[in-house]
C-alpha cells in the first residue's frame, strides 16, 4: 500500500474518531466500515464479534481499534477482493449464448469437458445474463462453484460500465474505481463516451447528476472513501447537534444570500468539530 492510500485512511479513521484520541470507539468503526467499506471489499456482513476473533491481538497490542488495526483490516479486505485464481468472465453474443445454454442443458450430471470426466476439479462454467442493476444466472455446468461477493460484483459492475450504464450505487462506484484504478480519469471518460456513441439508444447528455461522473472525477477508491467519510462525519455531527440539513445550511449561510461561500462552509464545518 503506498503512500497516498495510507494517508486517505488516516483521513478517514481521523474522521470516525469522535474522541480525538487516536482510537476508534466499537461503535463508530463498525458504522464506518459498513457505511463505507465492508460492501465495496466484498463483505457482507461485519460484527464486532468477528473483529475482535480475528484482531483481538492486535488491539491488546495497540491499546484499542488504532490507525495500524484499522490498516490491517483493510489490507486483509483487499487481498479477499483481488485474490481469486483461475476463473474468468467473458462476454458473448446472444446466438453464443443460446449455443452454450444448450451445451450446459445437454450435459447436466457430466464434466463440461470429455477429457476431465474423472477429474477431482474439473473446468466449470455458468451463464449469467445482465438485468439494470444486477445479473441473473439462467445455467450452469456440473459442479460449478459461484464466486465470491466482490468478484461477483466486479463481473457486474464491469458490463453496467460496458454496456454505458450511468446510474450506480455508492458501493457499486468504489468497486468500479478499484477495477479502474490504472487507468487515468480522461481516458475513462473518453472509452465510455466513444463506446456509448456507437449505440443506437437515445444520446443523453451526462450532468452532475448522474453518479457515473465520480468515475471520471475521482482517481481510486481511496479518494472516494475520504469523501464518503467526511460526508458521514457531518452527518453524525449534524444529528448530534439536532440540526436538519436545511437548518444547517440557513446557519452556515451568515449573509442570508441563498447560496453559500467557502468561508462560510468552513466556518460552519469548524462549528461542527468542536
Known amino acids: 500500500m503506498n503512500v497516498h492510500p495510507v494517508m486517505m485512511i488516516i483521513m478517514c479513521t481521523n474522521c470516525s474518531d469522535n474522541n480525538h484520541d487516536h482510537s476508534q470507539t466499537l461503535f463508530s468503526i463498525i458504522h464506518y466500515l459498513h457505511v463505507q467499506v465492508v460492501r465495496m471489499m466484498g463483505v457482507e456482513t461485519l460484527s464486532a464479534q468477528m473483529i475482535y476473533q480475528k484482531y483481538n491481538d492486535a488491539i491488546q497490542v495497540r491499546g484499542g481499534f488504532t490507525f495500524a488495526v484499522f490498516k490491517e483490516l483493510i489490507q486483509d479486505m483487499a487481498k479477499e477482493f ?11 453474443s446472444l446466438q453464443e449464448a443460446e449455443h452454450f445454454r444448450s451445451v450446459l442443458h445437454a450435459r447436466q450430471k457430466q464434466s463440461l469437458i470429455n477429457d476431465e470426466l474423472l477429474s477431482t476439479s474439473p473446468t466449470t462454467a455458468a451463464l449469467w445474463v445482465l438485468h439494470e442493476y444486477d445479473m441473473h444466472q439462467l445455467g450452469t455446468s456440473y459442479q460449478y462453484k459461484t464466486g465470491s461477493p466482490s468478484q461477483h460484483s466486479s463481473m457486474v459492475n464491469s458490463f453496467r460500465y460496458l454496456n454505458s450504464e450511468t446510474y450506480y450505487t455508492n458501493n457499486n462506484l468504489t468497486v468500479l474505481l478499484r477495477i479502474l484504478e490504472n487507468d487515468p480519469c480522461e481516458i475513462r471518460e473518453k472509452w465510455w463516451s ?17 453518479p457515473l461522473l465520480t468515475v471520471f472525477n475521482t482517481k481510486n477508491e ?8 467526511v460526508v458521514n462525519r457531518v452527518q453524525i455531527e449534524l444529528n448530534e447537534v439536532g440540526m436538519l440539513i436545511y437548518d444547517a445550511f440557513r446557519a452556515f449561510n451568515s449573509s442570508n444570500s441563498g447560496a453559500m461561500t467557502c468561508s462560510e462552509l468552513y466556518g460552519g464545518l469548524d462549528f461542527l468539530g468542536k
Open 222 to 229: 481511496f479518494d472516494f472513501m475520504e469523501f464518503k467519510a
Open 194 to 210: 466513444e463506446i456509448r456513441a456507437c449505440r443506437r439508444r437515445r444520446q443523453i447528455s451526462i450532468d452532475g447528476t448522474f
Open 82 to 92: 483481488r485474490n481469486q485464481e483461475g476463473k474468468f468472465y467473458s462476454l458473448l
